[in-house]
């Protein structure tokens, strides 16, 4: 059997095993928010593109709103990233590592748990190594003629990866440093090809750009907070260190430390070998900034995982050799593997770790995707009860975009209150907070059209408008141990009152902790 049928054997296995898998937990709170998104298809969304948003709708539509057809894509980018690896590897190294590459990749704590919940990363690291892959073949070469349509398909897939994930667009960075760097390509500045591959890149950047100039720019405001640039740019190395520390974790520390001291010892040959070069600057950009991001802030150890494809690369050149002569080293690579598979299994099912008779110290990772479907059912209980009792409809609120995105997910009876309504709010506030806030609120006001009622008694206008949820009632649903309802609650209703607290218990230990008020006669906040 050859290398590459090994590999597609291997990889199809996986992929079968991950989607059995997919369906087996509740959404992630990005999850359920993407699908919610995904249900409002828009040009962009809050912080990101409209990718992860596309690919929801079009899996959705084939197997419905459930786990499998919202993660359904997950396990086939995964699939789609490891063999894009393999020849990409192959090519520059041979077949065996291409193989081994592989399989330190599927290892990998952080890739396996990407592989099974769908999130912007499984679209982003896809489209960034079909791009580095096809990039190479337009450099390696670049006098053949059937290489000049690489140019536009690089371009194209970088523009693919920025809808998904904004981040994607250092790839440009990447290509350019490479051109400018090489002698050899420094002619490709002259030439079509590269202009071809920015064209393509910006027509893809349109769609965001319309719609953020069309939303007071607030994607940029949102990354200016994620990275704590609003308040200035400090200097906290501890922030560096935890950093660097949570990418030990995440991607296995023998892997993890394999890779960096692969990279490490390689940047003297980065002037001296075009594979080293090139894979080392389709990694830099990106660590570079979230390094230096994490000076101010501590970056997530997934916020930088483009990078880990050129510089795991790097590192399975520089190992590949070495391996082969000495058995003490494939000995401790075997072991590296082992560790990492087993840190995979664990992340991918921390119940593992209850079998072996371990329990954790702290709250299990894994229960942010337990308990929700349970806890919105016994709330959907609760509110049709109080229904019958009131002789009226209620309309939900919940206390964060998380939870009332989860709980619009699993309700049976969604029961939009208009088009484009979410089934779930969020408590109405003047500040731009996330997507909620785009799309229909019940604080709004609507124009009043002829032949619509006007409700009885005090409604407050707001020029030619009405606010159709004037004198109604709504669920508010609370998290964690707080039992009072927050101010702008208590001032937009005339009354609120305690009925229910929903509690999810998981091996003895609560999960999830839901405080539910009855909220009467909707009033809008004073002005």
């Not at 709170?29 to 040009?43: C, K, N, Q, T, V």
């Amino acid at each position: 059997m050859t290398t590459a049928r090994g590999v597609w054997l291997f990889v199809a296995a996986l992929t079968a095993v991950r989607l059995s898998l997919v369906a087996t937990t509740d959404l992630s709170f990005d999850e359920a928010h993407y699908w919610m998104w995904s249900e409002r298809l828009a040009p962009a969304y809050f912080s990101k593109g409209p990718g992860i948003a596309f690919a929801m709708r079009s899996s959705t539509a084939v197997f419905g709103a459930n786990e499998f057809g919202v993660r359904f894509f997950s396990p086939l980018l995964a699939a789609g990233t490891s063999l894009l690896l393999f020849y990409f590897a192959r090519r520059l190294f041979g077949a065996t590592a291409g193989l081994w590459a592989v399989i330190a990749l599927n290892v990998t704590p952080i890739f396996n748990v990407g592989a099974v919940l769908m999130t912007i990363d499984a679209l982003s690291i896809f489209f960034w190594i079909a791009a580095m892959f096809t990039f190479w073949l337009a450099v390696e070469n670049p006098e053949r003629f059937r290489g000049s349509w690489y140019w536009p398909i690089t371009g194209l897939l970088i523009g693919f990866g920025f809808l998904c994930k904004y981040t994607n667009a250092f790839e440009l960075v990447s290509v350019l440093v490479v051109l400018a760097l090489v002698p050899r390509l420094r002619r490709e500045f002259k030439r079509p090809g590269l202009y071809l591959l920015i064209g393509m890149f910006v027509l893809c950047t349109i769609p965001p750009i319309l719609w953020n100039a069309q939303h007071a720019w607030i994607t940029l405001a949102h990354l200016r907070s994620r990275g704590n640039l609003e308040r200035g740019f400090g200097f906290h190395p501890a922030e560096v260190l935890s950093f660097l520390a949570q990418h030990f974790i995440v991607y296995s520390p023998l892997l993890f430390l394999a890779l960096a001291w692969g990279v490490i010892a390689s940047w003297r040959r980065i002037n001296q070998q075009f594979k080293v070069l090139f894979l080392m600057w389709f990694g830099l950009p990106v660590f570079a900034f979230y390094l230096l991001l994490s000076v101010n802030k501590s970056a997530a150890p997934n916020w930088d995982a483009l990078a880990f494809f050129g510089f795991g690369l790097v590192a399975t050149y520089f190992w590949w050799e070495r391996l082969q002569a000495s058995v003490l080293l494939r000995l401790c690579a075997s072991i590296a593997v082992l560790v990492g598979l087993i840190m995979s299994l664990v992340a991918l099912d921390t119940d593992l770790l209850r079998v072996a008779g371990y329990r954790l110290p702290r709250s299990d990772p894994s229960d942010r995707m337990r308990g929700w479907k349970s806890a919105t059912s016994a709330l959907e209980k609760m509110r049709n009860d109080l229904e019958a009792q009131l002789g009226e409809k209620l309309f939900v609120i919940a206390d964060a975009r998380d939870r009332a995105s989860e709980i619009s997910f699993y309700l049976r009876d969604k029961r939009a209150e208009g088009p484009a309504h979410p089934p779930v709010y969020i408590p109405e506030s003047q500040d731009l907070v996330n997507q909620f806030s785009f799309w229909p609120r019940y604080d709004q006001f609507v124009e009043l059209k002829s032949g619509m009622q006007r409700p009885e008694g005090e409604v407050y206008t707001e020029e030619n408008g009405i606010n159709l949820f004037v004198g109604r009632d709504a669920l508010f649903v609370r998290a964690g141990e707080k039992e009072r309802v927050p101010h702008n609650i208590q001032a937009a209703f005339q009354s609120t009152e305690p009925v229910g607290t929903i509690e999810v218990s998981r091996h003895g230990k609560v999960i999830r902790t839901w405080h539910v008020f009855l909220c009467r006669s909707y009033r809008t906040l004073p002005l």
